[in-house]
């Protein structure tokens, strides 16, 4: 399902967006955003920094916790966290000088959207969204096949956020992104490419 300004030759297997878009692909921690993104763009998963695929720069906020892992292995987790946020949205907005982006948001509260949104428009581009419709239950199994199991607090709030931003897609609200595409879990497993040449 393609919300806002239509995306434009989606079929089951493809989405194709603007030359030079940031795509955010998210979801609810372990829905198969990483995942999906390693698959579609052979990523080995020891990355520590953004990955070029033919000019589209690739980013899951996993490269930027590998970068961090060992160097502040000391840190308090809040500290650890706001680090490597602030180093993955800084190579998001790096990474738009030179093309599109496609790349993991780590999270679902819709005030990043609109920085990402924002940092989009000030390189001359636009966000458009990539939501992963997976049911809490098997984000939560996807977290303990992952070995990283988010609080169950942390995760309700998750949930929450989750379901407002689903909630304003579904009514035809993109905001504020451009478009926004709702993928299930089975209709990601068939997602085969996605193409900036629109």
């Not at 990483?34 to 990523?43: A, F, G």
């Not at 690739?58 to 987790?77: E, F, G, H, N, T």
């Not at 992952?146 to 909630?167: D, T």
């Amino acid at each position: 399902m393609t919300l806002g300004v239509p995306a434009a030759d989606s079929t089951a297997d493809t989405l194709s967006y603007p030359p030079g878009a940031l795509v955010i692909l998210t979801g609810l921690p372990g829905a198969g955003k990483t995942t999906l993104l390693r698959r579609l763009y052979s990523l080995r998963g020891d990355e520590e920094q953004p990955v070029d695929r033919h000019g589209l720069t690739v980013i899951d906020s996993y490269q930027s916790r590998l970068r961090w892992a060992v160097k502040l292995a000391w840190a308090p987790k809040p500290l650890r966290t706001a680090v490597v946020w602030l180093t993955h949205m800084s190579r998001i907005f790096r990474a738009m000088r030179t093309g599109p982006v496609i790349a993991h948001n780590r999270g679902c509260a819709v005030p990043i959207l609109y920085v990402l949104s924002w940092l989009a428009v000030s390189r001359g581009t636009r966000l458009h969204l990539l939501l992963l419709d997976t049911p809490a239950d098997l984000a939560m199994a996807g977290q303990q096949t992952r070995g990283r199991v988010v609080p169950k607090a942390a995760f309700g709030r998750h949930i929450r956020r989750w379901g407002r931003l689903l909630g304003r897609v579904q009514e035809g609200d993109p905001a504020p992104a451009v478009t926004a595409h709702v993928l299930t879990r089975a209709q990601a497993d068939r997602l085969k490419e996605v193409r900036f040449d629109r």
